[in-house]
């Protein structure tokens, strides 16, 4: 099965977004340019129908990629999707508030993130995971507002590096420094109680 194919039976379960899949194709070469000198592990938050994960394990292939979704249908999608491809991807289901607080935390080079959640919640999701120069890399819209305050994701030990100006708009922070032990706060709490 081609990828394509893959994205299509996504979007047949309502697991992929509107427009063409072939736009979700096209936006994902975003999140691998910003993903530049990343090497090593890479955690895509929220991977729903595999993009951009999957994507970027296929053009990526010398990257670990783990897939995080909560959902157990979107999970047992991924899993079945990753063995139709042929791809060397770990998927793992639960809340990004728990995993975070995992195996993985502080030991990955990099985090993807599309369609998540508000900035806030997204920055104190994905820093527990990355280590210190770790990258968080995240698809962002057109617009110029500044939405990652440096003092707010400071908390979280991350600052911004910059954003790309071009189509597909993305956000690249750094993991400056060690995520504080208090974060992700328990489940469910970062998107409710933002930090800014």
């Known amino acids: 099965m081609t990828l394509l194919e893959v994205l299509l039976r996504a979007r047949s379960f309502g697991f992929l977004g509107p427009g063409p899949v072939e736009d979700h194709l096209a936006h994902a070469t975003g999140f691998l340019e910003a993903l530049g000198p990343v090497t090593g592990c890479v955690v895509d938050l929220g991977s729903g129908g595999g993009v951009p994960g999957l994507i970027v394990a296929i053009e990526r292939p010398d990257l670990n990629v783990v897939l995080v979704d909560s959902?157990?249908?979107?999970?047992?999608?991924?899993?079945?999707?990753?063995?139709?491809?042929?791809?060397?991807?770990?998927?793992?289901?639960?809340r990004a508030e728990v995993v975070g607080r995992g195996p993985l935390r502080g030991l990955v080079d990099g985090v993807v993130a599309r369609s998540?959640?508000?900035?806030?919640?997204?920055?104190?999701?994905?820093?527990?995971?990355?280590?210190?120069?770790?990258?968080?890399?995240?698809?962002?819209?057109?617009?110029?507002?500044?939405?990652?305050?440096?003092?707010g994701v400071a908390r979280l030990g991350l600052r911004p590096l910059f954003r790309t100006v071009t189509s597909p708009v993305m956000q690249v922070l750094e993991q400056a420094s060690p995520c504080p032990d208090e974060y992700?706060?328990?489940?469910?709490?970062?998107?409710?109680?933002?930090?800014?």
């Open 116 to 151: 998540f959640g508000p900035p806030s919640a997204t920055a104190e999701c994905a820093a527990p995971f990355l280590r210190r120069g770790g990258r968080l890399v995240v698809s962002e819209p057109p617009v110029a507002e500044n939405r990652w305050p440096v003092a």
């Open 184 to 196: 992700p706060r328990r489940d469910g709490v970062p998107g409710k109680r933002l930090l800014f």
């Open 71 to 94: 959902s157990v249908k979107r999970c047992e999608f991924l899993h079945e999707a990753v063995g139709q491809l042929g791809v060397a991807v770990a998927v793992v289901q639960g």
